[in-house]
């Protein structure tokens, strides 16, 4: 099945399954989850296949990467884990305990971008997924930190790899310009960027990944649903983050309305919608539930017509990949 398909990460020996879990969700984003509905999904996930987690300090102020190491502890399937450096977490008041409710409100976020701020980093994330190293490590959201990102950040993670504590470095992006003044300085295996090649979105496709392709850096696609409105496009879904625009939702729902001339759902060809470029290895997608994680798995591997992506390029309604 597709879902379950590997595909390499340049420059390691690390494979990682075409559709990734993405744990935000696990952590509580917008909605308590349980800890038995936590393990259920991560166990699910594994026995269906999926041989890549994705997770981060963000996620539940700790919860997420807490979850993550005991869902795997002693499953047979053991998965590429990634996480990301960039936010730390101590004793203080938690401002975003109403946007994450199953984590503690007693911890806040800090940021120390130094050498050892991003050493204890990843060390306290090691500590919370129970592990003495990880697959991958993403530099997180640095838009606001791009020099500290490649001066201080990326070399210590250098020295990390080195050392055998992290496989590959990479970058975790919502944007594309901040995305490529990192990628040409430093020495990436791989980049997870979010949002920006999806059915509403090809901005990636300008420079971003020609520039990933011609340094041989791995794209991870993630935030294929753009935060909500391409999974059902109704009034009050979100967009990057934010309520989308009735100018967004029209789109979104044209684009619905001619994938039904197909027999295609709007989620199964936002998350295959990545794999048409050649620079994406993996799509990432979270899941709260088995439920969910069951209707992506369905979407991801549905038979999508083979002129669907040239027939929607004519329609207007995405953009043609550049020769």
């Not at 504590?165 to 990628?183: D, F, L, P, Y």
């Amino acid at each position: 099945m597709r879902h379950s398909q590997r595909v390499s990460i340049h420059g390691t020996d690390l494979s990682l399954s075409r559709l990734g879990l993405g744990t935000a969700p696990l952590g509580g984003l917008f909605k308590s989850v349980t800890e038995s509905e936590s393990d259920a999904v991560v166990t699910e996930a594994l026995d269906a296949g999926i041989h890549y987690i994705d997770t981060a300090p963000l996620y539940g102020y700790g919860v997420g990467e807490v979850r993550v190491g005991r869902g795997i502890k002693g499953h047979p399937q053991q998965p590429v884990i990634s996480t990301k450096v960039g936010r730390l977490l101590r004793p203080g008041k938690n401002t975003e305990f109403d946007k994450f409710p199953d984590s503690d409100p007693n911890i806040e976020i800090y940021f120390d971008h130094s050498p050892a701020g991003i050493r204890k980093s990843l060390e306290d994330s090691l500590t919370r997924l129970g592990r003495d190293s990880v697959d991958i490590v993403y530099i997180h959201d640095a838009d606001t930190w791009v020099q500290e990102a490649i001066d201080s950040a990326y070399p210590e993670l250098h020295k990390m790899r080195e050392e055998g504590i992290v496989k590959a470095i990479g970058i975790g992006m919502n944007w594309c310009a901040t995305s490529i003044a990192m990628m040409k300085e430093m020495d990436l295996n791989v980049a997870l960027i979010a949002g920006r090649f999806t059915l509403l979105d090809q901005s990636a496709q300008e420079e971003l990944y020609p520039l990933a392709m011609k340094k041989n850096v791995s794209i991870i696609a993630a935030g294929v649903f753009n935060s909500g409105v391409l999974a059902n496009p109704v009034d009050g879904a979100h967009y990057d983050y934010e309520p989308a625009s009735q100018e967004i939702l029209q789109k979104a729902r044209a684009i619905g309305k001619f994938l039904e001339k197909y027999e295609v759902s709007l989620p199964a060809a936002a998350l295959q919608f990545p794999l048409r470029h050649p620079a994406v290895a993996s799509v990432l997608n979270g899941a709260g539930s088995v439920a969910e994680l069951r209707a992506n798995i369905a979407s991801f591997d549905a038979q999508l017509p083979e002129d669907l992506w040239t027939d929607m390029e004519r329609e207007g309604l995405i953009l043609p990949i550049p020769r």
